[in-house]
């Protein structure tokens, strides 16, 4: 972008042109992220649209010694993912049959199963999972949370989260061999 810094100053005065630009600057890489915690398309639009207008209402707040823009705006597009993902999902799909004295086993609890994919093929594994599972996957081994950060960003117990990590390595196992070792 030209001037980020004059993009911005204009959005903060709420001039249409420079919110356009920055939505435009932006929009593939977020909804990229968006569209990994949906199923579809139109729901990772909605979350990308919803993040940026909570970009525009609070981009005055934003500071430049605490970080880059983009990783800014980044994050407040991830977290209004997230919140519509916890909003929609129902009790079922957020508690899974994880016994808390079980624990991860030992063969997988190191191994990335989807660090060496390719984005198209990281979609299809992805669209194999419940939104609930689908978006623990994504930010366990995506965006690199720790099992207690994602407990605590979605209001999850630690053996939940636990319990989807090792629903999607066993689910992501028979849709890797059915695609990939044909």
Same mark, same amino acid.
């Given at each position: 972008?030209?001037?980020?810094?004059?993009?911005?100053?204009?959005?903060?005065?709420?001039?249409?042109?420079?919110q356009e630009?920055?939505?435009?600057?932006?929009?593939?890489?977020?909804?990229?992220?968006?569209?990994?915690?949906f199923?579809?398309?139109?729901?990772?639009?909605?979350?990308?649209?919803?993040?940026?207008?909570?970009?525009?209402?609070?981009?005055?707040? %934003?500071?430049? !010694?605490?970080?880059?823009?983009?990783?800014?705006?980044?994050? $407040?597009?991830?977290? /209004?993912?997230?919140? *519509?993902?916890r909003?929609?999902?129902?009790?079922?799909?957020?508690?899974?049959?994880?016994?808390?004295?079980e624990?991860?086993?030992?063969?997988?609890a190191?191994?990335?199963?989807?660090?060496?994919l390719?984005?198209k093929?990281l979609?299809?594994?992805?669209d194999?999972?419940?939104?609930?599972?689908?978006?623990?996957?994504?930010? %366990?081994?995506? !965006?690199?949370?720790?099992?207690?950060?994602?407990a605590?960003? $979605?209001?999850l117990? /630690?053996?939940?989260? *636990?319990?989807?990590?090792?629903?999607?390595?066993?689910?992501?196992?028979?849709?890797?061999?059915?695609?990939?070792n044909?």
């Amino acid at each position: 972008m030209e001037d980020l810094q004059q993009v911005i100053q204009g959005c903060v005065r709420n001039e249409r042109v420079s919110q356009e630009r920055l939505y435009k600057e932006y929009y593939v890489p977020l909804f990229c992220m968006c569209r990994r915690f949906f199923e579809n398309d139109h729901e990772a639009i909605e979350s990308v649209n919803d993040g940026m207008m909570k970009v525009f209402g609070h981009i005055a707040d %934003y500071r430049t !010694e605490k970080g880059q823009f983009f990783n800014w705006v980044y994050t $407040v597009v991830r977290h /209004t993912a997230i919140d *519509k993902l916890r909003a929609s999902m129902r009790p079922a799909v957020l508690s899974g049959p994880y016994d808390a004295g079980e624990t991860v086993p030992e063969t997988a609890a190191g191994h990335n199963p989807i660090a060496a994919l390719e984005r198209k093929d990281l979609y299809i594994l992805l669209d194999q999972l419940n939104p609930g599972t689908r978006a623990i996957c994504n930010l %366990y081994y995506i !965006e690199g949370y720790s099992i207690k950060e994602i407990a605590e960003n $979605v209001g999850l117990t /630690t053996g939940t989260i *636990k319990w989807h990590l090792s629903e999607s390595r066993r689910k992501l196992k028979s849709v890797l061999e059915r695609h990939f070792n044909r």
